[in-house]
């Protein structure tokens, strides 16, 4: 019966295709189907068609060969499916590394390799990578997403269970091996022994290895020379964001949120965000809840100060002091975090939290506020203690 679903809708699309798509078994899941081809020759042949053609069939298409398919199920795959190459919106500064990631995805091991992506927050690293994952996977290639503290951690723990062999093997056997914040690798020194030797095991094996982080190799800390040097030896590329792709992504994003394209509504999430999808998305799920109206008004002086005094409350500091240019570190952090909640909690714009704080320039509020969202994801105390700040800010404010 399942069977029937995807060729019944072949067959009313190509009468030839439908009698070679008969010798493959089919799975129809929940969100996508899986064929499995009898030999590879056909699998390449199905992967030709299917990519070659407008295809509709409403769930996501995935050809294995019959060889590959309990290979790859031993590997459970954690990646996200609806990060996919085809959501991922292209323009000036993001098009050179979206189409390196592409081939990467379909000739693994055979063009950049390793490749290095790095780029400021939000700018859709994570999404490229699990969509490398995703093409990969598809074409029958086994495939390992992991960010390094995940990495890490289940290195201790083969480490403490006495089989590390096991840990080594399992990352040495993949085809594709995607490793997110690569950044955190800072002061691991056990971690970074273990991730040489596998990256030497891949190497050798002209396997896949992408590698994402906040910043350029050059410039990570704390991770030995030899590591350094292996991520350099590839391709390094760097992912940004230009207005024109922003704007592109914030009118993507406004239909995929089945938000109408009203230019007053894009001017104004392109103006109250900055370099950073993520707060793209943001700004969009909370004008979808809030509504254009209420969102743009500005919020009162009084409302910022309420800010300031609850932040100032917490940390046992004057108000006034968050207000002024000091160099205690409390005090900076204290006023960061201040500027971090106008923006999160009132949807302050940064030229608004820029000014309150007596700076000119917009960038100083983007700067500040991006260093807390930087902690948020690097401390997790940090982190709660932000979620605990966040929630009684709301409580107070009665939002
Ligand atoms: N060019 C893009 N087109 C569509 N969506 C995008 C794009 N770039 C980012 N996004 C979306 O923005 C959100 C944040 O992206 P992602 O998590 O990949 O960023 P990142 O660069 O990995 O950030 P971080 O360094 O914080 O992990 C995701 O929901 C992602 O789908």
């Known amino acids: 019966m399942e069977r029937q679903d995807f060729l019944s809708f072949i067959e009313q699309a190509d009468k030839f295709a439908v009698g070679i798509f008969r010798q493959f078994k089919i799975e129809e899941r929940d969100n996508s189907v899986i064929l ?13 068609y299917i990519k070659s053609r407008v295809f509709n069939y409403g769930k996501r ?18 990646l996200i499916e609806k990060y ?21 995805a379909e000739y693994p091991g055979s063009s950049f390799n390793p490749l290095f992506i790095y780029g400021k927050v939000g700018l859709g690293k994570t999404h490229l990578l699990h969509a490398i ?35 080594r093997n399992k990352y040495s056997s993949v085809d594709v091996l995607l490793l ?67 704007l592109s992504i914030i009118k993507q994003k406004l239909i995929l949120y089945g938000m109408p394209l009203d230019q007053k509504v894009i001017d104004h999430i392109f103006e109250n965000t900055g370099y950073n999808v993520r707060e793209i998305e943001g700004a969009i799920k909370t004008l979808k809840v809030v509504g254009i109206k209420e969102t743009p008004k500005k919020k009162s002086v009084k409302d910022i100060n309420f800010v300031v005094e609850f932040t100032a409350r917490h940390f046992k500091l004057k108000p006034e002091d968050l207000k002024k240019e000091g160099k205690e570190r ?13 923006k999160m909690v009132l949807g302050t714009s940064y030229a608004e939290i820029s000014r309150y704080f007596g700076k ?37 404010l009665e939002l």
């Open 36 to 48: 499995i081809a009898p030999t590879e020759a056909y699998k390449r042949w199905a992967m030709e």
């Open 61 to 78: 298409i995935e050809v294995r060969s019959a060889g590959e398919r309990e290979k790859n199920e031993a590997y459970p795959s954690n």
């Open 84 to 104: 996919s190459f085809d959501n991922f919106v292209v323009g000036k500064a993001n098009e050179l590394v979206y189409k390196v990631c592409i081939e990467v």
């Open 133 to 167: 994952g995703n093409r990969a996977r598809d074409g029958g290639y086994k495939v390992i997403y992991s960010p390094i503290t995940d990495f890490s951690d289940e290195m201790i723990a083969y480490l403490k269970k006495g089989q590390i062999e096991a840990f």
């Open 180 to 246: 997110d914040d690569v950044q955190f690798l800072s002061g691991k020194e056990r971690t970074q022994i273990e991730l040489f030797r596998v990256f030497e095991s891949i190497y050798s094996k002209d396997k896949q290895m992408v590698l994402v982080s906040d910043r350029h190799p050059k410039d990570l800390k704390d991770i030995s020379d030899r590591l350094i040097s292996r991520f350099e030896s590839g391709l390094v590329i760097e992912i940004g964001l230009d207005d024109e792709t922003k």
């Open 330 to 342: 409390k005090i900076i952090n204290a006023r960061h975090i201040a500027m971090y909640l106008c």
């Open 360 to 396: 000119k320039d917009h960038t100083s509020a983007i700067y500040s506020i991006r260093k807390v969202e930087e902690k948020i994801r690097q401390d997790r105390k940090f982190k709660y203690m932000m979620t605990f700040l966040e929630r009684h800010l709301r409580k107070e």
